[in-house]
């Protein structure tokens, strides 16, 4: 179906194929710019907006996050924490509570969690609830852009058609884009330099999804539909998992021949193309790499059959904490460790940032607590940890005197010469090339 026929059933219209698209005047966003769930993507999402000269509204429903915010209290790096400070001093980032506000801006971006559940389904809620808000605050002339990592379809399902029940016509007086967020929390990298792809409902709406990132990138990508749009951030997240299940899986090969994985990452690394090197580790943490696969297996038919490879990877990393836990025994010489004191060093996902999201050093320090093991934990990122309501905090003092440091994440500033001293220490991040006492996972 073309934008210009008139009918409104956004299921039954061809994306990307408008044929007789309306002549659209450069889309400006006067009028503002909405950004809903102000978290790891959406606080930098809203800056980059405020620092482009929109004005630009931040909205989220998390009291504690919005003081956070205004206090400059939030895990960036100083130089992003300076650049908040200077949107909310010169007025151009404003934050709220409501979306009341989302109905007077030219755009609103969406960036709430889509975490996974305990039996890990992909948890819908969060992005249910926000786009049924924006749905029932849009009104013509918007774009509405989808930035969550989700499922294929989810942006025609949770937008496209409601806003047709509503009346509107998509594409002609109100767009629907998805354009998937690739920042890496914890890098310096310049966001402006790093490609963005958009998808519209139909071309008409990838311009103006364009013509929005543009703001945030020099390089948007477009693709022909919403899907394609989502399956790309789908395959590039399922690509980094494989992996790094993959790497894990010769490491251990390698462990049994008495060959240093690193080496031969190293090697296999110097190969130009068709290679690309991935370091072994305790498992995938974070809100992306244990979460996304499961967004693109739940929406296959049968997920085991379907897609084999992705399934046997998903398996294979959430085994490895367990993995880390069975060396330690091995290595403490005591298969149940009822009383070894055991010191985790970084309990975050990754270095350099606080995130502790679906961090494997949780499920690894709470089955060594439910074996019987004395756990500290030395992260000068994350003070204090709750795990399971029995709350942790950060002792370097303990050290020394552990059984047993397992080495989870090392963050940028942490200083090696700590674990001088260390009775035993095992190196689940491969990274511990100069500390003799170390032996790897
Ligand atoms: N964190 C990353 O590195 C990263 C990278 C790329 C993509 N993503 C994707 O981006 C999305 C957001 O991830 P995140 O890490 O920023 O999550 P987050 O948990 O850090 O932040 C989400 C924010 O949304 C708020 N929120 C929830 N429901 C809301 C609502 N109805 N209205 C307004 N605010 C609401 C929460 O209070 C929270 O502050 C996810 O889909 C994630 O997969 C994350």
Redesign the pocket.
């Known amino acids: 179906m073309c934008e210009g026929s008139g009918k409104t059933d956004g299921r039954s219209s061809a994306p990307g194929h408008d044929c007789r698209v309306p002549k659209d005047p450069a889309p400006a966003f006067d009028n503002g710019v909405a950004v809903?769930?102000?978290?790891?993507?959406?606080?930098p999402t809203a800056i980059g907006f405020a620092e482009a000269g929109v004005p630009t509204i931040g909205?989220?429903?998390?009291p504690e996050?919005l003081s956070a915010i205004s206090r400059g209290a939030v895990d960036m790096a100083p130089y992003d924490r300076k650049r908040l400070a200077v949107a909310l001093d010169d007025g151009t980032l404003q934050l709220s509570a409501e979306?009341e506000q989302l109905t007077s801006a030219d755009a609103v971006v969406i960036?709430?969690?889509?975490?996974i559940t305990a039996t890990r389904a992909p948890d819908w809620a969060?992005?249910q609830?926000?786009c049924s808000?924006v749905v029932a605050k849009a009104r013509e002339g918007q774009t509405l852009v989808l930035?969550?990592?989700?499922a294929v379809g989810a942006t025609r399902y949770l937008l496209v058609e409601p806003l047709v029940r509503r009346g509107f016509s998509v594409g002609r007086d109100i767009w629907c884009v998805f354009s998937?967020?690739?920042?890496?929390?914890g890098s310096c990298e310049d966001r402006q330099l790093v490609p963005r792809v958009v998808g519209g409902h139909s071309r008409m709406c990838g311009e103006r999804g364009r013509a929005l990132v543009s703001m945030l990138t020099d390089d948007v990508h477009v693709v022909s539909s919403l899907e394609a749009a989502e399956l790309t951030?789908l395959l590039e997240n399922t690509f980094r998992a494989v992996n790094i299940a993959l790497v894990n899986e010769f490491a251990d090969a390698a462990r049994g021949w008495d060959i240093d994985i690193r080496e031969v990452t190293l090697a296999a690394g110097t190969k130009p193309y068709g290679f690309m090197p991935f370091r072994p580790g305790p498992g995938a943490g974070?809100?992306?790499i244990p979460?996304?696969p499961h967004w693109f297996l739940d929406g296959l038919d049968e997920p085991a059959t379907d897609a084999p490879v992705t399934h046997a990877a998903m398996r294979s990393l959430a085994q490895r904490p367990l993995q880390v836990v069975t060396r330690a025994a091995e290595l403490l010489g005591d298969p149940h460790r009822a009383g070894s004191s055991i010191a985790i060093v970084g309990v975050a996902y990754k270095p350099g940032v606080a995130?502790v999201?679906e961090s494997p050093a949780i499920e690894i320090m709470r089955a060594l607590m439910d074996a019987g093991a004395v756990v500290s934990y030395v992260d000068d990122w994350v003070p204090s940890l709750d795990i399971d309501g029995r709350r942790l905090f950060s002792d370097p003092r303990l050290l020394a005197s552990a059984d047993l440091v397992i080495v989870h994440t090392l963050h940028p500033d942490f200083d090696l010469a700590r674990l001088a001293g260390c009775r035993s220490v095992l190196d689940a991040t491969f990274e511990l090339t100069d500390v003799p006492c170390a032996v790897t996972l």
């Open positions: 809903l769930g102000l978290g790891y993507v959406g606080l909205v989220d429903i998390c996050r979306a960036c709430v969690p889509t975490p969060p992005l609830t926000v808000t930035t969550s990592t989700t998937p967020e690739r920042i890496n929390p951030k974070g809100h992306c979460c996304d995130d999201r």
